[in-house]
C-alpha cells in the first residue's frame, strides 16, 4: 500500500484530529454542557451502609429546604415499567439482572443511591440532600475477594466454561514447570468527565437525553426497556465523550433516575455524580487472583499451560470478561486449561475496562512466560519465537495476519534490547538498577454492523452521518481519512456528523471495532457514491461517453479534488458540479449498512511491549525511562490519532503497574481513597519517552481497508513488561499489583 494512503495530500502530512480544535477551544459540547431552558438539578444522596436495608428515611428537612423541587426514594418514585416485569417484582434484584434503583429498600453496596434530590439549582440539590438522613437494618457484608473464594462459582453467561486442550495437567509432566499465583487489585476508570445526563420529557411519551454513553443506541435500548417507550420517540445524544474507559458502556443506575426525576416534576433534569460517585457507582475493573501452571521442555517448548482466574462482581448481577481466554491461543501448546470464576460482593457491579479481561490476564500470562524463560535461561523473546503460534491453536485455524514476529524485532531494535542482560541486577547506573522487559498483547479484531449516510454536493463538499461517538480515539478523523482517499476530495471539504440516535445507526464505541465497523460503511458508502457517478458519466452528452465507450464504470475513474476524470486520459475530466448540472441534480444522498461476513480465519490484533526501566534499592523507586509499543494492525488510518492510542494505553498502564489500588475498609465495606488525591494516577511527571511503532500492513479478510482494531492492544501486554523489567533490575518478582516502593525497599 501507498506510504501516502491517508496522507491529507496536499500537505503531504498525515490528516491532523478534526475535531482538535473544538475540544481545545471549547466548542465540543459535553453531555451536562448543553443548553436547555428551564432546566433542573438533581444530587444522589448514597447509603452508608454496604449491605441491609433501609428502616426508614427522614426526607423532610430537605423537601422544605429553599429552591426543592421534590425528593426521590424507594417510598415515592415512579413506577418503571421495565422493573415490574420479568423476574419477580416482589424479590428483589438476583444475579444477571441489573440494579432497579428506587425500587425498594434493599442496600447491596456502600454509596447506592437511595434518594434523589432535586432543586432549581445545583447548590441548593446539595445542600438539601445533606439533610435526607436514613436508618438501616445492618446485615453481614462482604467485601473482601480472598476471604470469599469457597464461595467462587462458574459464571452462567455463554462461553465460559471450563476450557480443555490435550491434558488439563500436562505442564506438571514437563521438564521445567513453574507455578504462581498472581493479584489484579481493583482499579478505577476515572475519565476528566464526570457521569452526567440532562433528561427531558417532550411529552408523556417522547423523551430526549444528552448523556455521557459510548452507544447511543445501546442506551436508547435500555430506556426504552426501563420505561417501554417507543424507540423513534426516544432520542439520545452523546458527541462527545470526555473520556470513559470502558464506564460508558452500560446505562448507569443514576441515568435512569434523572429520568425518572424529570417525569416526576415535569421539567428537564441534570444530573451530574461526583467525584466519589465515580469510584463507586459506574463500575471498575474487578479484583482478580490468578493462577498459572506453566511447564516447557528443556530446550524451550511449551508442555502445558494451567490458567485459573477468580474475579469479583456484584452481590445482584452477574459480570464477566474474556480475563483467561488470551491463554487459549496466545501461544503453540498442545496441552492448555483455562478456568473462570465469579465470587459476589458488595460493591457495584464492575464494567469493562479499556483492554477489559485481556489486560487482567495477561499480566499473569506474560508474567509467567518471563518466569518460566528466566528458569529455562531464554532470552523472553527467543522463548516466545520458539512458540509463536503459526495458526490459532484454539480454534485450529489461520490467522486472517499476523505479523507479530516483526513487532519482537522492531521494538527490540528501538529499545537497545541487546543490551540487557540474562541476569537480573546486572546493569547499574549509579545507584538505581536497570532492566529491561517485555509483555506480548492481543485482542479480537472485530467488525460489527454500522450505517452510513453520505450527502455529495455539487462543490465537492461531502456530508457524512452516523450515531456511532468519540470518547477520544478520533472516530470522525477516521471517517474523514476513508473518505478523502475514497472520494479523492480534501479533508476539509468533508463533514461529520455523529453522537445521536437520530442518526443512522453506528456501533457502541468498545471492543476495539469501531475503525473496522464504521470504517467500512464509510468506505461502502463512498463505492456506492462512485459507482453513481461513474453511472452519470456514462449517459449521453458526457465527455466520457464516446461511440466507442458506451459505459464507464468506476474502476475506470480517478476522483480528485471535487472532479472526476478518466484513468487512461485524466485530461477528459469533469466537476462534480457540472456533472450533477448536466443531470439536474443537486447532488446525491446515498444511505448504506455495512457487515462484516463469516470468514476461515481467526482475526486478531496484536502488540508488543518493551520497558526499560530504573530502580532505586534503597527508596524503593520505579522510575520508566522508556516505553516501545509495536502494533500489528493492519493498515493504520490515521497515524497521528493511532499514536496517541498508543501513547494513552501506556500511560495508563503505567498507573496499573505502579499506582492504582482502590483501598477498601472492609469493616465498613466502603473504599478510603475514592478521591484523586489518595488514588494515584500518572502525572507528566512520571511519563518517560514513549515510541510508536506500527508494522502498518493491510490484513486481507477484515474490511476493505484491511485495519484491526488498536485500542485494547494499546495497553493489553505492558504491565507485564513494567513487572519483567522491575525483576530483570531487581531479582525480585512482584506478581502484586500495583508494585509500589515498600515492595522493593532493601534494608
Known amino acids: 500500500m501507498d506510504k501516502d494512503f491517508f496522507f491529507d495530500k496536499k500537505k503531504n502530512d498525515p490528516i491532523s484530529r478534526v475535531d482538535g480544535r473544538a475540544k481545545v477551544t471549547g466548542k465540543a459540547t459535553y453531555a451536562a454542557e448543553h443548553k436547555v431552558p428551564n432546566l433542573a438539578y438533581g444530587f444522589l444522596v448514597g447509603s452508608t451502609i454496604a449491605k441491609g436495608r433501609i428502616k426508614s428515611l427522614d426526607t423532610k428537612s430537605a423537601e422544605r429546604a429553599p429552591g426543592v423541587l421534590g425528593v426521590i426514594t424507594h417510598v415515592n418514585a415512579p413506577k418503571i415499567p421495565g422493573y415490574q416485569t420479568g423476574k419477580d417484582p416482589a424479590k428483589p434484584p438476583t444475579a444477571g439482572q441489573p440494579l432497579r434503583i428506587f425500587y425498594d429498600n434493599q442496600i447491596f453496596y456502600y454509596d447506592q443511591p437511595i434518594a434523589l434530590v432535586i432543586a432549581d439549582t445545583y447548590d441548593r440539590a446539595l445542600f438539601a440532600a445533606k439533610l435526607v438522613k436514613a436508618q438501616y437494618e445492618k446485615e453481614v457484608h462482604q467485601t473482601e475477594l480472598e476471604t470469599n473464594l469457597s464461595k467462587a462459582r462458574i ?72 420505561f417501554k417507550l417507543s424507540p423513534e420517540n426516544i432520542t439520545v445524544n452523546a458527541e462527545h465523550i470526555g473520556g470513559a474507559f470502558g464506564m460508558g458502556l452500560r446505562t448507569w443506575p443514576y441515568e435512569i433516575a434523572a429520568i425518572m426525576g424529570a417525569q416526576k416534576i415535569g421539567k428537564p433534569l441534570k444530573l451530574a455524580l461526583h467525584r466519589e460517585q465515580m469510584f463507586t457507582n459506574v463500575g471498575y475493573r474487578p479484583e482478580t487472583i490468578q493462577k498459572i501452571g506453566m511447564g516447557a521442555t528443556a530446550d524451550g517448548k511449551l508442555v502445558g499451560i494451567f490458567h485459573e482466574a477468580t474475579a469479583n462482581t456484584s452481590a445482584y448481577e452477574e459480570f464477566t470478561e474474556a480475563t483467561v481466554n488470551i491463554t487459549q491461543f496466545m501461544y503453540a501448546c498442545p496441552n492448555v486449561a483455562t478456568r473462570y470464576r465469579l465470587v459476589p460482593l458488595n460493591f457495584v457491579t464492575p464494567i469493562w475496562m479499556r483492554g477489559p479481561g485481556e489486560a487482567t490476564g495477561a499480566f499473569a500470562l506474560e508474567s509467567a512466560m518471563d518466569e518460566l524463560a528466566y528458569a529455562l535461561k531464554l532470552d523472553p523473546i527467543e522463548f516466545r519465537l520458539r512458540n509463536h503460534a503459526d495458526i490459532d491453536p484454539e480454534h485450529n485455524r489461520p490467522w486472517s495476519s499476523k505479523h507479530l514476529k516483526e513487532c519482537y524485532e522492531m521494538g527490540a531494535e528501538k529499545i537497545g534490547w541487546k543490551d540487557r542482560q540474562l541476569e537480573p541486577r546486572s546493569l547499574k547506573d549509579g545507584d538505581w538498577l536497570v532492566g529491561y522487559g517485555m509483555g506480548t498483547g492481543s485482542f479480537g479484531a472485530m467488525r460489527w454492523v454500522a450505517t452510513v449516510k453520505a450527502k455529495l454536493q455539487p462543490d465537492g463538499k461531502l456530508l457524512l452521518q452516523c450515531s456511532v461517538n468519540d470518547m477520544g480515539p478520533g472516530t470522525a478523523t477516521m471517517m474523514t481519512a476513508v473518505a478523502s482517499e475514497a472520494m479523492g476530495l480534501a479533508p476539509d471539504k468533508i463533514t461529520i456528523q455523529m453522537g445521536s440516535t437520530k442518526l443512522p445507526p453506528g456501533p457502541m464505541q468498545g471492543g476495539s471495532n469501531v475503525t473496522s465497523t464504521v470504517g467500512s460503511a464509510v468506505h461502502d458508502v463512498c463505492a456506492e457514491l462512485k459507482m453513481q457517478i461513474a453511472a452519470l458519466a456514462s449517459k449521453e452528452g458526457s465527455p466520457f461517453r464516446t461511440r466507442k465507450v458506451k459505459e464507464v464504470k468506476a474502476e475506470d475513474l480517478v476522483f480528485s479534488d471535487g472532479s472526476v476524470a478518466l484513468k487512461k486520459n485524466e485530461s477528459t475530466k469533469i466537476s462534480f458540479q457540472d456533472l450533477f448540472r448536466r443531470n439536474n441534480l443537486q447532488g446525491l444522498e446515498i ?68 499506582m492504582e489500588d482502590l483501598v477498601v475498609d472492609h469493616r465498613f465495606g466502603r473504599p478510603i481513597n475514592n ?73
Open 591 to 658: 444511505t448504506k449498512e455495512s457487515k462484516g461476513q463469516e470468514q476461515p480465519y481467526s482475526m486478531y490484533s496484536f502488540s508488543m511491549h518493551f520497558v526499560k526501566l530504573r530502580v532505586h534499592p534503597a527508596t524503593g523507586r520505579v522510575k520508566i525511562d522508556h516505553v516501545v509499543s509495536c502494533a500489528d494492525a493492519g493498515t493504520i488510518i490515521s497515524p497521528k490519532t493511532a499514536a496517541s492510542q498508543m501513547i494513552g494505553g501506556a500511560v495508563g498502564v503505567i498507573g496499573m503497574a505502579l
Open 675 to 747: 478521591n484523586l488525591a489518595d488514588y494515584h494516577v500518572p502525572v507528566n511527571a512520571d511519563i518517560p519517552n514513549i515510541d510508536v511503532l506500527f508494522v502498518n500492513k493491510k490484513d486481507p479478510f477484515t474490511n476493505p481497508m484491511g485495519s484491526k482494531g488498536l485500542g485494547e492492544i494499546a495497553l493489553v501486554g505492558v504491565a507485564p513488561a513494567v513487572a519483567n523489567a522491575v525483576f530483570n533490575a531487581t531479582g525480585k518478582r512482584i506478581r502484586t499489583l500495583p508494585i509500589t516502593p515498600d515492595k522493593l525497599m532493601e534494608t
Open 155 to 226: 459464571p452462567t453467561g455463554p462461553r465460559k466454561e471450563d476450557y480443555k486442550r490435550g491434558d488439563a495437567d500436562g505442564y506438571k509432566n514437563a521438564a521445567v514447570k513453574i507455578e504462581q499465583e498472581y493479584y489484579h487489585p481493583v482499579e478505577v476508570h476515572n475519565p476528566m468527565e464526570l457521569g452526567s445526563i440532562i433528561a427531558r420529557w417532550d411529552g408523556p411519551d417522547k423523551l430526549t437525553v444528552y448523556t455521557k454513553t459510548q452507544g447511543v443506541e445501546s442506551t436508547r435500548n435500555s430506556i426504552k426497556d426501563a
